[in-house]
């Protein structure tokens, strides 16, 4: 597993990849340690995660190309592969993603795999939203979901 940083408009995160790809993006609060060097990285994935994301930020990226590798349930890598092929700007309610796999009852349980989704950003739980088309729920902070969405062409208000 190697881990880099990356200073982006909405706060310092640390990405952490192993050979199968990316499988994390964690937020840095500011009393975390920020210890990362911020050398050249030897994991592909990890590099390609960093100049995606930079362009994704800098408003010149709509799609990620990563490989990814993230650890989770059967069903949370379903509602995760699910959230990866909402487009650059456009959102979906809970319920809507809910329906999609199959599962029409599971609006709670997509708001978990949600809220458990270890590759925000690239895979864009940011962009499900509450059925009253607000923004509800977003584990990064709220504000940074909304930022995101504003990047996208989105506003939205407070659920």
């Not at 940011?126 to 990064?140: A, E, K, M, P, Q």
């Amino acid at each position: 597993m190697e881990e880099a940083p990356l200073d982006t408009p909405i706060g310092s995160c640390r990405l952490l990849a192993c050979e199968a790809g990316l499988c994390s993006i964690a937020f840095l609060d500011e009393d975390e340690p920020q210890s990362l060097s911020s050398g050249r990285c030897a994991n592909p994935h990890l590099e390609q995660a960093i100049e995606q994301l930079s362009a994704y930020f800098a408003g010149q990226l709509t799609k990620f190309e990563v490989q990814l590798a993230p650890e989770g349930t059967a069903f949370q890598k379903r509602v995760w592969q699910r959230l990866s092929a909402i487009p650059f700007g456009v959102t979906k309610s809970y319920g809507q993603i809910a329906r999609e796999i199959g599962q029409p009852n599971a609006s709670r349980a997509v708001g978990g795999a949600n809220n458990r989704n270890p590759i925000p950003v690239i895979v864009p739980c940011h962009r499900v939203i509450g059925s009253g088309n607000t923004l509800v729920g977003f584990g990064c902070g709220l504000w940074r979901k909304q930022w995101m969405l504003e990047h996208e062409g989105i506003a939205l208000p407070l659920g």
